[in-house]
């Protein structure tokens, strides 16, 4: 199995500069990895570098907290499509599951994924796993289920607690097998990576590919 081919490049560091990003899209071109994900502030920058054809790139909408008003979060979705981004990572509203407040997230939906299925783009929603209970994240689970969303991402990568294996795990048991899984924080190593992708998910985000595939050739 080919690792590289599992894992998005993440430059979504916030103290990123353009040489940062330009050297991490040299990198994920160089490693062969399927996608990279950049800031809305360099999807321009990023269109530019990379053959687009032969790699998706995406960006996050309400990153990381989630808590944008809806329409903020239109506006986000709409900017970055018409810069040209082919995938989109909302955040989704966190504050909303806590408060049981499900119909604020079909709100949500309702207000984006006609605008990113319109436009033939991807569309991802990132929850942060660690702040959800169980019974929360089933519920997740169903209303994106539900909705048809391309994947479901776990973690932002910025909450305290990371994805923990027994969480892909809840998520590939409720969620259609249509519906990728993503594991996005928590990946510290080739052994966790294999971990997560065992559990069941189909894709990496993380900032540290290059380290992975580089302690997977020290191995061998």
Same mark, same amino acid.
């Given at each position: 199995m080919d690792?590289?081919? +599992?894992?998005?490049?993440? @430059? @979504?560091?916030p103290d990123a500069t353009i040489a940062d990003i330009e050297k991490g899209l040299v990198e994920?071109? @160089? +490693?062969?990895?399927?996608?990279?994900?950049?800031?809305?502030?360099?999807?321009?920058?990023?269109?530019? #570098?990379? %053959?687009?054809? #032969?790699?998706?790139?995406?960006?996050?909408?309400?990153?990381?907290?989630? +808590?944008?008003? *809806?329409?903020?979060?239109?506006?986000?979705?709409?900017?970055?499509?018409? %810069?040209?981004? %082919?995938a989109l990572h909302m955040v989704i509203n966190t504050i909303a599951i806590k408060n049981n407040d499900w119909q604020y997230l079909g709100k949500e939906l309702n207000a984006i994924m006609p605008i990113v299925n319109g436009k033939g783009k991807v569309f991802n929603v990132i929850i942060e796993?660690?702040?959800?209970?169980?019974?929360?994240?089933?519920?997740?689970?169903? *209303?994106?289920g539900a909705a048809g969303v391309h994947a479901v991402i776990a973690g932002t990568g910025y909450a305290e607690q990371g994805t923990t294996?027994?969480? *892909?795990?809840?998520?590939?048991?409720?969620?259609?097998?249509? *519906? #990728?899984?993503?594991?996005?924080?928590?990946? #510290?190593?080739?052994?966790?990576a294999m971990q997560f992708i065992n559990a069941g998910a189909s894709r990496l985000i993380c900032n540290n590919g290059v380290q992975i595939i580089a302690e997977l050739a020290q191995q061998h």
């Amino acid at each position: 199995m080919d690792i590289a081919t +599992y894992i998005e490049h993440s @430059l @979504l560091n916030p103290d990123a500069t353009i040489a940062d990003i330009e050297k991490g899209l040299v990198e994920a071109t @160089l +490693y062969g990895f399927p996608a990279v994900c950049v800031s809305p502030l360099f999807i321009k920058t990023a269109v530019s #570098k990379i %053959d687009t054809s #032969k790699m998706q790139l995406a960006t996050v909408i309400g990153f990381p907290l989630g +808590y944008s008003v *809806i329409e903020a979060k239109v506006a986000e979705v709409i900017m970055s499509i018409l %810069d040209g981004t %082919d995938a989109l990572h909302m955040v989704i509203n966190t504050i909303a599951i806590k408060n049981n407040d499900w119909q604020y997230l079909g709100k949500e939906l309702n207000a984006i994924m006609p605008i990113v299925n319109g436009k033939g783009k991807v569309f991802n929603v990132i929850i942060e796993t660690s702040l959800c209970s169980k019974q929360e994240l089933i519920t997740c689970c169903e *209303i994106y289920g539900a909705a048809g969303v391309h994947a479901v991402i776990a973690g932002t990568g910025y909450a305290e607690q990371g994805t923990t294996v027994e969480t *892909i795990e809840l998520l590939r048991q409720h969620l259609p097998n249509s *519906i #990728k899984i993503t594991a996005a924080s928590g990946i #510290k190593n080739y052994s966790f990576a294999m971990q997560f992708i065992n559990a069941g998910a189909s894709r990496l985000i993380c900032n540290n590919g290059v380290q992975i595939i580089a302690e997977l050739a020290q191995q061998h």
